[in-house]
């Protein structure tokens, strides 16, 4: 089937920019018939597009996100992450828990135009110097068409927070030593800001599906503390109300459980560059997008994005690293938090 098309002439804003991937705010050009089909001609036992195609944003919706991929050895092609992302991954959520992206053919000489506009970003120092010298592949037909779960997205009455939580590892590694006084993501943390001469804490993601009250809450300061520069102002109230939704909604806890059930022995035993494995790793490194209306009024809306199957040329990276933080007792040592009584990570926490 050929993929829907963007209009010719797409406003594309930057947006983010990841290690394999760079984010557009795409706004189609206000004149701009509905997106369509590349191949207009179907015959009398073909069904048009409008019936045989997912529904996708028009001109008349808010903006939304359109994500390219870069030219690199080690990004699997777009076309062959989504079909990882529909037969693998999407099968275990439900849809209204998933940001929904849709595969769309690009327009002649697009990508060489984001490109040209790259170049003109790091001319000026405007691009992360760690970004630099990466291009977009100009030989990709395809892009992925995101849903925009930022506030401009937002489709509700009233205002709205916007928040993106990475949940980590929300159980600890199989492969962790025997008594371990800190979880993974509590121990690459402590790891990392040793390495930087860093002073300071996290926030331990256990405590995310603690189902505690008390954890919950702390966790979600910890999310907001970890929001830096530009995140939105999240008042007492909204606090509270994501702290209810972690309470009562069984999404993270699903995530905690498929983390577990896909990788049951560990890095350093388990088949590291298996499918399953791999599965595993992704729904580690996954995004969660929170939006809490502010009135009060209306459900709290929670979406796992961020989820291309990871690829498995990066075994030997996370045995590396799971070695690294056994040897050097990073998962061992307990990490006090200066101010009160308890540990950072849960599973330091006294009795």
Not at 186 to 213: F, K, N, Q, S, T
Not at 230 to 256: K, S
């Amino acid at each position: 089937m050929p993929y829907p098309s963007l209009p010719s002439s797409p406003t594309l804003t930057y947006l983010a920019e990841g290690a394999a991937n760079i984010i557009y705010r795409l706004t189609p050009p206000p004149t701009t018939p509905p997106l369509s089909s590349s191949s207009p001609n179907y015959s009398s036992t073909t069904p048009p597009p409008t019936e045989i195609e997912p529904p996708l944003p028009t001109p008349h919706q808010p903006a939304h996100l359109f994500r390219l991929r870069k030219d690199l050895p080690t990004t699997t092609p777009i076309p062959a992450a989504q079909t990882h992302y529909e037969s693998l991954i999407s099968p275990h959520f439900a849809a209204s828990n998933l940001v929904a992206q849709t595969l769309v053919a690009l327009p002649p000489g697009l990508v060489r135009s984001c490109n040209d506009a790259l170049r003109a970003m790091e001319a000026v120092g405007a691009r992360d110097v760690r970004r630099r010298g990466l291009w977009l592949d100009e030989g990709a037909g395809v892009g992925l068409l995101v849903e925009d779960m930022t506030a401009e997205g937002w489709l509700g009455e009233g205002g709205v927070v916007c928040l993106e939580v990475k949940p980590k590892w929300l159980a600890q590694s199989p492969g962790a030593p025997r008594g371990a006084r800190r979880c993974r993501t509590c121990a690459l943390g402590a790891m990392r800001r040793g390495e930087e001469g860093v002073r300071g804490r996290g926030w331990c993601p256990l405590g995310l599906v603690a189902g505690e009250r008390g954890l919950v809450e702390r966790a979600v300061e910890g999310v907001v503390a970890d929001s830096g520069e530009g995140a939105p102002r999240v008042g007492e109230r909204v606090r509270g109300r994501i702290v209810d939704f972690l309470m009562e909604d069984g999404l993270l806890g699903r995530l905690r459980d498929l983390q577990l059930r896909f990788d049951p022995k560990g890095v350093m035993e388990g088949d590291v560059e298996g499918e399953a494995f791999r599965m595993a790793m992704t729904l580690r490194d996954c995004t969660l997008f929170l939006r809490i209306p502010s009135s009060g009024a209306g459900a709290v809306e929670a979406k796992l994005g961020d989820m291309d199957l990871k690829s498995a040329a990066k075994a030997d990276y996370w045995r590396r690293l799971e070695e690294r933080l056994i040897k050097e007792d990073w998962y061992a040592v307990e990490e006090w938090d200066g101010e009160a009584e308890e540990t950072v990570c849960l599973l330091g926490r006294k009795a």
